[in-house]
């Protein structure tokens, strides 16, 4: 077992304690996640295990972000089921946090306290994601509101204690939809929706006919519940990327499993080219989405009124990079990929819960159409040096200050220090990277990046002043090129820390990442260079091979090992 100096400790220590999930004798293990997922029942022993250090992460005073989703990865990656420990109250409680009384936010605090839960019921099956087409009414009784109408796919429905109700009490636009915070005897419940993916978790609909509720039922003021609701998904749309980091993680290790052990030609599987590029891209765009719901989860705490912005972001990319990891992964492991039983059973269930969490909390295209309609601003600011201190976002040894909920906003209102910022970046960092083995590679991947902005900056006025409607598009590129920004950023205020297992300073990560970010941001989905496949198989291997996590922070996990080459964090 490798010793860990570095920051998330109490992850590393969590993943000890669970054991090697490689046992299939492990309850905690991938074994018995397949079993569970077979028989689509839920992980109680290992919820049990994990939810005191989970349960009150995301209120205040709780654990910091970025702390909880490692966390979340460590549990996550043994059975992803185990969602509902530690996320699926989080936007009904952000809401109550946002909006509710004192007397609702100190309930809230002590029932989750205490290992309840709280539905969220938003969506409605007539109108998915069109949100302003929801019928669910509140009508006005003496003493409260009488709430008619149905919602679907509640988290936890068929156990949680109460739920937050968002329905109609206006007529028309944003400004018509308020919250009201349910008491589960109150509750009437549906049949239970059956998602491919996620077997073990109970998603429920719910009927209301006229229920009465009384006034104290009202989570902040009447008409403003929307907004209440878009500010907390703002929260889960960042912490829900463990989800995709977990699905990606596990899916990578099982492949790199066969890929080591199983020979073609008397040749181990991973040394034959084309597996090796589909694995060694794998790992870069995992490495990717690593840094930035790394990055996001730390930007709740430091600028939580960009969140409007990253939020979305940090889901897009996510989303994509870590359905391309299981893709390759798939490619690589062959027909075992789609077998239900086995050594590599597990690999279809992780493939399958990562595509129903595409699809929670802000589906891909009204989470891009968030993006979209901040792009105008955005480009409107300008660039410059960043008009904020940012390296308490990025630095991973930095504490993080209190979640500050009040200042989440509907926009980021203009200018994207992120973006903005890079080039004067940038500008510092060709001077430290003289003498890095690959400063010309990485420099260039930075110019490129910065280029690539440029033109989304020209294209965005173009299309505004021919009010064309290309904006999705340039949304969807902007992503990813943020997403490369952020990398860029967390290499800078990183530099004295070893980053993936390298020296202290290292752009080897660096410039296959940007490399790859760069490409989707152009809709390129090929396989990373032969050069940077090079580059990249041999930290990746020594990463797998020593049990460590695969991130730009490597955690020490069960089944670690000393492994010569991988750089220990500083004491």
């Not at 905690?28 to 994990?50: I, K, N, Q, S």
């Not at 329905?167 to 239970?192: H, I």
Request: net charge neutral.
């Amino acid at each position: 077992m490798s010793t860990w100096n570095g920051p998330y400790r109490a992850a590393a220590d969590l993943d000890r304690l669970l054991g090697d999930p490689r046992d299939p004798l492990n309850p905690h293990g991938y074994a018995a996640m397949a079993g569970r997922d077979a028989a689509e029942t839920y992980p109680d022993a290992l919820a049990a295990e994990v939810s005191p250090s989970l349960r009150d992460a995301f209120l205040p005073g709780g654990r910091p972000a970025d702390e909880t989703m490692m966390i979340i990865r460590a549990v996550g990656r043994r059975d992803i089921t185990i969602m509902p420990a530690t996320m699926f109250s989080i936007t009904a409680a952000t809401c109550v946090l946002l909006a509710g009384s004192a007397a609702q936010q100190d309930w809230v605090r002590r029932l989750l306290a205490g290992g309840g839960s709280i539905g969220f019921a938003l969506s409605e099956a007539p109108h998915g994601s069109d949100l302003l087409g929801n019928d669910c009414i509140a009508e006005p009784t003496p003493g409260g509101f009488a709430l008619t109408g149905e919602k679907w796919l509640v988290g936890t429905g068929a156990k949680c204690e109460a739920m937050l109700v968002v329905a109609r009490t206006g007529v028309r636009g944003p400004s018509s939809f308020s919250c009201f915070l349910v008491d589960g005897d109150l509750l009437r419940r549906g049949e239970p929706q059956r998602p491919t993916g996620m077997r073990g978790i109970d998603f429920t609909g719910f009927r209301f006919d006229g229920t009465r509720l009384p006034r104290s039922a009202l989570v902040g003021e009447v008409d403003h519940g929307l907004e209440t609701a878009m500010k907390a998904m703002q929260v889960v749309r960042v912490t829900g990327t463990a989800a995709n980091l977990v699905c990606a993680d596990t899916g990578l290790r099982l492949a790199l499993d066969f890929a080591t052990s199983h020979k073609v030609g008397g040749r181990a599987l991973i040394n034959h080219q084309q597996p090796q590029a589909d694995v060694a891209t794998a790992f870069t765009a995992l490495l990717a989405a690593d840094a930035v719901a790394l990055s996001a989860a730390r930007a709740l705490h430091t600028l939580p009124g960009a969140q409007s912005l990253w939020s979305s972001v940090a889901k897009k990319v996510l989303t994509d990079l870590s359905g391309e990891v299981l893709d390759r992964c798939g490619d690589v492991l062959g027909t075992r990929s789609v077998l239900r039983d086995g050594q590599f059973a597990a690999f279809d269930v992780v493939r399958r819960d990562n595509a129903v969490a595409r699809h929670i909390d802000t589906g891909p295209t009204a989470n891009t159409r968030l993006a979209a309609a901040q792009l105008s601003q955005i480009v409107a600011a300008g660039l410059g040096p960043a008009g904020v201190d940012l390296s308490g976002t990025f630095a991973v040894d930095v504490k993080l200050p209190p979640l500050r909920l009040s200042e989440l906003d509907m926009s980021t209102r203009g200018r994207d220090e992120v973006t903005a910022g890079l080039p004067a970046i940038i500008g510092l960092a060709r001077a430290v990277l003289h003498g890095d083995e690959h400063a010309g590679r990485t420099r260039k991947a930075m110019s490129s990046i910065d280029a690539a902005l440029t033109m989304v900056r020209e294209d965005t006025q173009v299309s505004l002043a021919q009010r064309a409607s290309g904006l999705f598009d340039l949304a969807e590129r902007f992503c990813y090129l943020h997403a490369a920004a952020s990398c860029v950023y967390l290499w800078w205020y990183n530099r004295h820390l070893p980053l993936a297992g390298l020296r202290p300073g290292s752009s080897s990560w660096l410039w296959p990442v940007l490399e790859l970010l760069l490409d989707r941001a152009h809709q390129r989905h090929r396989r990373l260079a032969p050069d940077a496949v090079s580059a990249v198989i041999p930290l990746l291997r020594r990463l797998h091979s020593g049990g460590r996590l695969f991130s730009v922070v490597p955690l020490p996990l069960a089944e670690s090992s000393t492994v010569e080459g991988i750089v220990p964090w500083p004491v």
